[in-house]
């Protein structure tokens, strides 16, 4: 009997190890599919490094902020429709900077 419950934890446990590295496998193969675009994150929804002041993702505080930036798929952060004529971009702006 205990070799079959050792049986049945050690398949358990390469079950979950496999499964995990299937999760991660997928999750870099969506970031390679992803790119930075500045000045599209609502206050409080950048990914991360929202410029100074600020700390890294959830950190950036006002809407549209120039210098936070949010993962979005490739070829549409330049293309994005966003009020009062603001553009993505593929680096840091200067504009709704908060002071």
Not at 20 to 40: F, L, P
Not at 59 to 87: H, I
């Amino acid at each position: 009997m205990n070799r079959q419950i050792l049986s049945l934890a050690l398949a358990s446990s390469l079950a979950t190890a496999m499964g995990a590295a299937a999760v991660s496998s997928a999750s870099a193969q969506d970031k390679e599919n992803m790119e930075k675009c500045y000045g599209v994150a609502m206050a409080g929804q950048n990914d991360c490094a929202a410029g100074p002041g600020t700390t890294c993702a959830g950190t950036s505080k006002v809407d549209y902020q120039g210098n936070s930036w949010k993962l979005v798929p490739a070829g549409t952060c330049e293309t994005m429709e966003l009020p009062d004529n603001r553009m993505g971009s593929l680096e840091a702006l200067t504009r709704d900077i908060p002071s």
